[in-house]
């Protein structure tokens, strides 16, 4: 039986690259500091021994050629989540050369689990469904208090080491995303979801 989807993140890469061309070598200086996202996919999918069956990771890529893409990865179905970074820029860079073509706005599976979409957020909003929304900013109102509720599906949408610009920033107020803040720090982006886990993982441990 698929398992129950409780969490989606999404990141958005400003500068994160969409095409293969960059160097396992030199990540941060030669992909657009995509670094950034696969920590974010490390720590939104993998526990100790373990991968998460019920998130989902949207990674929106819009830094250099093929931008804008967004590249999902579905802890249902996904096989060789590995925790360090090359391993996960590895499947990233043959997930994105693995698909030089791809119809508009539509997510085609390249690798188990792995699938990848022309477009930007658009096809993200899309395949979210009716899941809840929020942003993740500092300064928003606590999370806390902010009536999350255990086993509904949530969508979180982070910005990276530049945080968000003021288009997404209006985009993601447009369609209603509730904006919510995990405590008085700036936190890098996978830091963010490592935390928010741990909340949603205590909410759904202690509810009744
Ligand atoms: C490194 S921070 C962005 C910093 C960027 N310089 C800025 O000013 O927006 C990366 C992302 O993590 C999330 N984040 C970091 N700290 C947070 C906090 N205390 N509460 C909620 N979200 C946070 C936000 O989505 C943020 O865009």
Do not use: W
């Not at 599906?153 to 447009?174: S, V």
Request: aromatic share 4%.
């Amino acid at each position: 039986m698929t398992p129950l989807l409780r969490r989606s993140f999404v990141v958005i890469g400003r500068t994160a690259a969409a095409s293969a061309d960059f160097s396992l070598e030199d990540l941060p200086g030669s992909s657009g500091r995509l670094d950034v996202l696969l920590r974010c996919v490390r720590a939104a999918l993998l526990f100790s021994h373990g991968l998460r069956t019920d998130v989902r990771v949207y990674l929106v890529l819009r830094g250099g050629a093929l931008a804008p893409r967004v590249l999902r990865v579905d802890g249902a179905t996904a096989r060789f989540i590995r925790p360090d970074e090359r391993s996960l820029a590895l499947l990233v860079q043959k997930t994105l050369r693995g698909a030089p073509q791809l119809p508009a706005g539509e997510f085609v599976e390249i690798k188990p689990g792995v699938a990848l979409a022309a477009g930007d957020l658009d096809c993200v909003l899309a395949d979210l469904g009716a899941a809840v929304r929020f942003v993740l900013e500092e300064g928003a109102p606590d999370l806390r208090g902010s009536g999350l509720v255990p086993d509904e599906h949530a969508a979180f949408f982070l910005g990276d080491h530049l945080g968000f610009d003021e288009a997404t920033r209006a985009e993601l107020a447009a369609i209603g995303a509730t904006a919510v803040s995990l405590g008085p720090l700036s936190l890098h982006s996978d830091d963010a979801i490592a935390v928010l886990s741990n909340e949603l993982d205590r909410l759904q441990a202690n509810r009744s």
